[in-house]
């Protein structure tokens, strides 16, 4: 018994140097572990058009699922799903279920302390529109006009900043509300996403409904867990090389019916 | 529970709520009053009237009472402007309100009105007394009287659905609630003040309601 302790006292006297002085393993990181794998994980959101949406057959679709596929493509690996709710988007890449989040994430600066955001891959723009006989041409004609928005919305964010004194906000609980008040005449404009608002436009052509001021441009991009550098740069280098040939911007037009304005890049 | 609350955020906005509060009051508070009138008008032509009235005011109040008060207030704000008539987002409230609660109201003092034993009505009859005179003091003082607490009910029920007017942009409680939480993100203390907001709002209009009950019907009997 006394000599079992101490030969376990010795083997740790022994050990202990070689502990000290081993070189550190360089953990495996998410980029290594999809390449080894040859399958990468994207979370998606299939319930927010048009960056994300099932087709008649029940696939993924929409223009971010269509930038995933394409990455996956170049990537040289199997692409597998993760379809999240808008809420899981960013707890299913932290709780590991993804190895890269692409839905449409707008870029903020409260996201950016839980997640890393790669370059953007798309804009969002809020736009006020109305109908061709109100007159809205700078925002100082928002003056004395009733201007609907949304509650909760990145438009109730920014349009009561920019919109001067004496324009008549008026606030609704759902997008649909505030749709509809346009065109029964109860507000002159509204503002909401420029995607939004063409939908509007295209379904009810006898309301020569236009555009009428930008509000604001959102970014959103494909975001991963912190510290994953490697895949982050990997991703990075795929937008650049795609923003360049123009591949990022057919995607867009094609869902969108839109135009992709400048991506900036950080 | 992880979750710090902080109401000093709620109390800077304070003077908003109460604003909102006080429309939802002035809404409520005048609903109440012409809805009365219009479910004594419905319960008397539905018990008294002659046969095309009695079905107009069946229609009418199966229809009300038999959809949602949601697409009551969408009829009255978005679709009224397609034949003509724009009502403002309040004037719509109010009117949504006091329609749904003169149907609802009106089966209550139609209740009341057939508690009335008929002999006493005869008795009326038979003492000459005209017909107005019958209705309002032999019929509808007596019936009203009987059917109050259920009426009380159904007025606070009204204001406590009022909040649902904020859809259509009527900027009462709820709405000046849902605006603040979205943008502070400290719903969880604007939603706690805001139920307290009705608690109070609602149990003011009980004790009103019963002040009223005593200044009639007790209080004005005995004179």
């Known amino acids: 018994m006394k000599i079992g302790l101490r030969l376990v006292i010795l083997a740790m006297l022994v050990a202990m140097p070689a502990t000290l002085v081993a070189p550190p393993v360089r953990a495996e990181s998410t980029l290594d572990k999809i390449l080894k794998e040859k399958k990468i994980r994207v979370a998606i959101d299939v319930g927010n058009p048009p960056f994300g949406i099932l087709d008649k057959e029940g696939q993924p679709d929409g223009s971010d699922v269509a930038v995933a596929r394409q990455m996956a493509k170049d990537m040289g690996v199997e692409l597998e799903f993760v379809q999240v709710p808008s809420t899981g988007r960013i707890p299913a890449l932290l709780a590991g279920r993804a190895d890269v989040t692409i839905a449409s994430i707008s870029v903020t600066t409260d ?65 649909s509300a505030t749709i509809q008040a346009m065109l029964s005449g109860q507000v002159d404009a509204v503002a909401m996403t420029s995607f939004a608002g063409k939908t509007v436009a295209d379904g009810n052509p006898d309301k020569q409904i236009e555009t009428k001021l930008p509000v604001t441009t959102a970014f959103y991009g494909p975001i991963v867990r912190p510290g994953d550098f490697e895949l982050r740069q990997w991703i990075n280098t795929w937008l650049f090389l795609n923003n360049q040939n123009g591949t990022l911007a057919s995607l867009y037009k094609k869902y969108t019916g839109l135009d992709l304005p400048p991506l900036p890049v950080f | 529970m992880n979750y710090i609350f902080q109401f000093n955020v709620v109390w800077d906005h304070l003077p908003e709520l109460l604003q909102g509060a006080l429309l939802t009051i002035q809404l409520s508070a005048t609903a109440m009053v012409l809805g009365l009138c219009v479910a004594v008008v419905c319960a008397y032509g539905k018990s008294a009237g002659p046969r095309p009235v009695r079905w107009l005011v069946a229609a009418y109040i199966e229809l009300i009472r038999n959809t949602p008060f949601l697409v009551q207030i969408f009829i009255f704000y978005f679709s009224l402007p397609v034949i003509g008539i724009r009502l403002t987002a309040n004037t719509a409230a109010l009117v949504a309100m006091t329609v749904n609660l003169g149907a609802y109201a009106s089966e209550i003092v139609r209740a009341g009105i057939e508690a009335i034993p008929h002999g006493q009505v005869e008795a ?61 993100f400290r719903s969880f203390e604007f939603y706690f003040v805001a139920t307290g907001l ?7 209009f009980r004790a009103g309601l019963s002040a009223i009950y005593w200044a009639v019907f007790q209080h004005g009997r005995a004179a």
Not at chain 1, 140 to 158: F, M, S, W
Request: a positive charge; proline letters at 5%; charged letters at 15%.
């Open chain 2, 198 to 204: 009705y608690l109070a709002m609602a149990l003011g």
């Open chain 1, 111 to 175: 996201r950016a302390k839980t997640v890393m955001y790669c370059n953007p891959n798309g804009a969002l723009q809020i736009v006020i529109f109305g109908p061709r006989r109100v007159a809205i041409n700078t925002p100082a004609d928002l003056v004395g006009k009733r201007i609907g928005i949304t509650r909760a919305t990145l438009e109730e964010a920014t349009v009561p900043k920019m919109a001067p004194q004496g324009t008549n906000i008026v606030w609704f609980d759902d997008i």
């Open chain 2, 124 to 184: 009326a009859r038979a003492l000459g007394l005209k017909r107005l005179h019958i209705f309002r003091f032999i019929i509808i003082f007596p019936a009203l009287k009987t059917v109050y607490p259920a009426l009380a009910s159904q007025f606070i029920l009204l204001m406590l659905s009022s909040s649902v007017v904020s859809t259509i942009s009527a900027v009462e409680l709820t709405a000046i609630t849902n605006s603040l939480a979205s943008t502070t």
